[in-house]
């Protein structure tokens, strides 16, 4: 079983966010800039040296869960077995693993639904959430590392992301278990997703607009 993840990430360089289509990212046949090292004379913002912490009631609580926390939702896969506990009001998601963890057809749980409006397969929506490769268990991209959530239309995200979040209520915890098509089919090797990696995605609905 792979360990407890922890909340070291290896976010890829559309660094808002992972789950935005290849298309708004850019593929990995573009030319991509290369990124150089500041020199001694060179000073970084302190934003980037010295991020501020979150505020305390932040939706996406940074600090992680206590060991041995009980899994809200458990999924058998065609190989494998995940299991999922849901953040809490101080803790960020849990996701294991017995591995490797793979589904042949997307799966989405309702970890907790909450109680606002229905949320339209157009919407802008307001999001904090984890993604952990099924693969070998790694955490690859995660807005609970800043404790911020982030907003995007559900118009720019990969597939099963968007399978995960319309037609569910506003303030719903919800967790998908997806296909390598709903996700990259194609990989996305500067975040470690190879072909055919099933991707689990847990994720708190704050908000959503049309």
Not at 95 to 113: D, M, N, R
Request: proline content about 10%; glycine content about 10%.
């Amino acid at each position: 079983m792979f360990p407890r993840l922890s909340s070291s990430l290896a976010i890829a360089g559309c660094a808002a966010s992972l789950v935005l289509t290849l298309s708004a990212c850019g593929s990995d046949s573009e030319p991509q800039a290369t990124a150089s090292t500041p020199s001694a004379t060179e000073t970084l913002p302190s934003w980037l040296t010295d991020p501020p912490a979150p505020p305390a009631d932040s939706p996406c609580p940074t600090a992680v869960p206590a060991a041995g926390v009980a899994p809200e939702w458990t999924q058998a896969g065609a190989t494998g077995s995940v299991a999922v506990a849901g953040p809490t009001d101080t803790t960020a998601p849990s996701v294991t693993f017995e591995g490797p963890f793979s589904v042949t057809e997307t799966v989405v749980h309702t970890l907790k639904a909450g109680t606002g409006p229905i949320v339209a397969p157009t919407a802008q929506v307001l999001v904090c959430y984890m993604g952990v490769n099924g693969r070998d268990g790694s955490v690859f991209d995660s807005t609970y590392e800043q404790g911020q959530p982030i907003d995007f239309g559900l118009d720019r995200v990969v597939p099963g992301f968007q399978k995960a979040i319309a037609g569910q209520t506003v303030g719903s915890t919800v967790a998908v278990a997806m296909t390598s098509a709903d996700g990259y089919p194609e990989g996305q090797p500067s975040a470690g997703i190879n072909p055919g990696d099933t991707l689990v995605f847990v994720i708190k609905i704050i908000d959503a607009s049309a």
